[in-house]
């Protein structure tokens, strides 16, 4: 990790910049004080917020997803509800309880996954793109490019992932990639956290032909009914007055370790252009090696918030804007 990068990690752990940036975003974060006092939340909305500042009340049964609750795969069984789409989606849908993903065969037509790569292109060449401070990703395209807008934003994906829930969903980010991410093993949950648990998910988009040399996305089948992992798991100090800590080296240590005792072996997402994997927020995935440097692997992921539900970014402590 080069200096700049770990300056700007360091940075975005300072409490004191932390809280000027939610005095800045005062009016969005004031949104929070009626979710603050459902889920007991004894804290400022303009403070850090972690799952330890979130009452027992949000974990209740009542309150997460209805295919996270014990009997899901027979409530999905007996439910009406996915007569609805076509029979190949139906069939990935019940699977979701065991499997924690679903996979939506050429879902995009090839048209518009060309338009998305087309002004994406065109965009980062004007500079109205560009990639995030210190990565290789280009985040919220959707904000910028039409096509990608209407292909997180298409009605009939929106209907799967509202089903999936048992709420309707918002869009929360997107993540641009032009190659692998040989990222380890992680959930989205630690990165974007919710309370009540589970009312995240995720859409990753194939904007090209996947290889098996371009470092293919990995996911580990049922690895989200494994334990959600938050700070107090990772034995770490607390921080200080001034700095949340750094968690990262921890959480990738402690998943590490729950990928080996869980046996559980990862399968790879050799998808082709348009297919679609959709994966609950705490299943495990990340990005394998790439064994042909010239190889790209074009994809767009978007993140998606069940309505209703308190967010933020367990990492580092930041509440998110409303």
């Not at 700049?4 to 800045?24: C, D, E, Q, V, Y």
């Not at 996305?217 to 690895?223: H, K, M, R, T």
């Not at 770490?236 to 729950?258: C, M």
């Not at 559980?264 to 994966?279: C, E, H, M, S, T």
Request: charged fraction near 25%.
């Amino acid at each position: 990790m080069s200096r700049f990068n770990r300056i700007r990690i360091r940075l975005s752990l300072f409490r004191p910049l932390l809280g000027l940036r939610a005095l800045l975003h005062a009016p969005r974060l004031l949104r929070n004080r009626s979710l603050y006092k459902r889920y007991e939340v004894k804290r400022s909305v303009f403070r850090t917020v972690a799952a330890r500042d979130v009452s027992e009340r949000a974990a209740e049964v009542g309150e997460v997803p209805w295919l996270d609750r014990p009997g899901a795969a027979e409530a999905l069984a007996g439910d009406p509800g996915p007569e609805r789409f076509p029979e190949p989606i139906r069939e990935s849908i019940q699977a979701w309880p065991e499997n924690g993903y679903a996979v939506l065969e050429g879902f995009f037509e090839p048209e518009l996954i060309d338009r998305i790569n087309i002004e994406i292109e065109e965009r980062m060449a004007s500079g109205k793109l560009g990639f995030s401070r210190g990565s290789d990703r280009v985040r919220n395209v959707f904000k910028h490019c039409p096509s990608a807008a209407e292909a997180v934003s298409r009605p009939d994906l929106r209907a799967i992932l509202s089903y999936l829930l048992g709420r309707e969903v918002g869009i929360w980010q997107s993540i641009s990639f032009f190659r692998g991410s040989r990222q380890g093993a992680h959930s989205d949950a630690f990165h974007m956290t919710t309370a009540p648990q589970g009312n995240l998910i995720v859409i990753w988009v194939a904007l090209e032909d996947i290889t098996p040399d371009c470092g293919p996305v990995f996911y580990l089948p049922g690895s989200h009914r494994m334990q959600q992992i938050v700070t107090e798991d990772l034995d770490l100090e607390q921080g200080s007055r001034f700095f949340v800590p750094d968690k990262s080296k921890a959480y990738y240590q402690r998943i590490k370790r729950q990928v080996t005792e869980s046996g559980v072996q990862p399968q790879r997402f050799l998808a082709n252009k348009g297919d679609v994997l959709i994966w609950h927020s705490n299943l495990l995935h990340g990005g394998g090696p790439i064994t042909n440097p010239e190889a790209t692997r074009r994809s767009l992921v978007a993140h998606y918030y069940g309505e209703g539900a308190l967010r933020w970014h367990e990492i580092t402590e930041r509440a998110s804007l409303v």
